[in-house]
């Protein structure tokens, strides 16, 4: 969810992205939004997009850290090839 919302995403895009439904969706961007990892910007009425905040961004790479350290990026599980 967060690295939809990297260049700004509405609520459609991220759920179609992150294979979510909209309860799920709902639920997850209170939590962000709520924590301060992503911030609500108004586009019109009733147009609303998701934008990832500094925070939020400071959590995408250490996620990312996270898991090249465990070895799970490209599909490698630590399991070898």
């Known amino acids: 969810m967060l690295r939809v919302g990297e260049n700004g995403a509405g609520k459609t895009e991220i759920m ?17 939004l709520s924590h301060g990892f992503i911030s609500k910007v108004k586009l019109g009425n009733p147009s609303v997009s998701y934008q990832v905040t500094e925070k939020g961004g400071e959590l995408l790479r250490n996620i990312e850290g996270i898991v090249e350290v465990l070895e799970f990026r490209n599909g490698n599980n630590g399991h070898g090839a």
Do not use: E, H, T, V
Request: hydrophobic content about 40%; overall charge positive.
């Open 16 to 32: 179609y992205s992150a294979n979510m439904s909209y309860a799920q969706i709902q639920k997850y961007l209170g939590f962000l």
